[in-house]
């Protein structure tokens, strides 16, 4: 089964640096999502994104962070201005859009802020 | 969509034995679905089961639906070793396409 790829695997920046995270999608694939899980803290639901726009965002997906599906390719998620609480996993899942709503996760992408 | 609630919210047996966790839900659903994640990585697809199922099998895994309670259970039988990691319940609305929104989990430590 194919699988979502999610790039970088770690990534330690500064506080007040940008960050960008990739995630590879599955060809069939019209729903994307990110996800973040705190260290030790449940899987949160950050933003979702469908027809190059954005369907939904939690009260976490601030200012601070966009998204974007640049050329139909990489899905992609900004934080502009990282803080130390930025730290955690970020995991990208894509969905084929059925009504079933299985979601299809990448392995996630670390980020440490200091 | 809605957040299920995973009960326990840790679970430890030895390795063979069977492992149960059970999640409830507030209202009613398309299907619900079960994730798993070992620790540090992504969430992986379990099962899924329909609204109107009761039952669902795949390998050692055996989830069960009551929409009348509002509650599934996940039977893992003869657990490993390898099966030590997170579970989490997912109710999907009948207004699917939406986000999938993760409880706590169960987490389940089998020792060999």
């Known amino acids: 089964e194919p699988e979502v790829t999610q790039t970088p695997s770690h990534q330690v920046t500064q506080m007040g640096q940008e960050v960008i995270l990739r995630c590879v999608p599955i060809s069939n694939h019209l729903y994307f999502y990110w996800y973040r899980q705190i260290l030790g803290q449940k899987v949160e639901f950050l933003v979702s994104?469908?027809?190059?726009?954005?369907?939904?965002k939690s009260e976490i997906f601030d200012d601070q962070f966009s998204v974007e599906r640049p050329d139909g390719s990489n899905f992609t998620l900004k934080i502009r201005s990282t803080k130390l609480e930025d730290s955690a996993m970020y995991f990208c899942?894509?969905?084929?859009?059925?009504?079933?709503?299985?979601?299809?996760f990448g392995e996630g992408s670390r980020l440490t802020v200091l | 969509s809605q957040q299920g609630e995973e009960d326990p919210q840790a679970l430890s047996i030895q390795e063979g034995e069977n492992a149960t966790m059970n999640c409830s839900y507030k209202t009613s659903i398309n299907n619900l679905q079960w994730y798993r994640q070992n620790s540090g990585r992504g969430l992986v697809h379990l099962i899924l089961?329909?609204?109107?199922?009761r039952e669902k099998h795949s390998g050692r895994l055996r989830v069960t639906l009551d929409t009348s309670k509002k509650s599934s259970s996940l039977l893992i039988t003869a657990s490993r070793a390898a099966d030590t990691a997170s579970y989490f319940c997912?109710?999907?609305?009948?207004?699917?396409?939406?986000?999938?929104?993760f409880g706590p989990g169960t987490s389940l430590s089998v020792i060999p």
């Open positions: 899942a894509e969905g084929t859009g059925s009504t079933t709503g299985e979601l299809f």
């Open positions: 994104f469908y027809n190059n726009e954005i369907s939904e």
């Open positions: 997912a109710p999907i609305s009948k207004t699917s396409y939406d986000k999938v929104i």
């Open positions: 089961i329909r609204s109107n199922e």
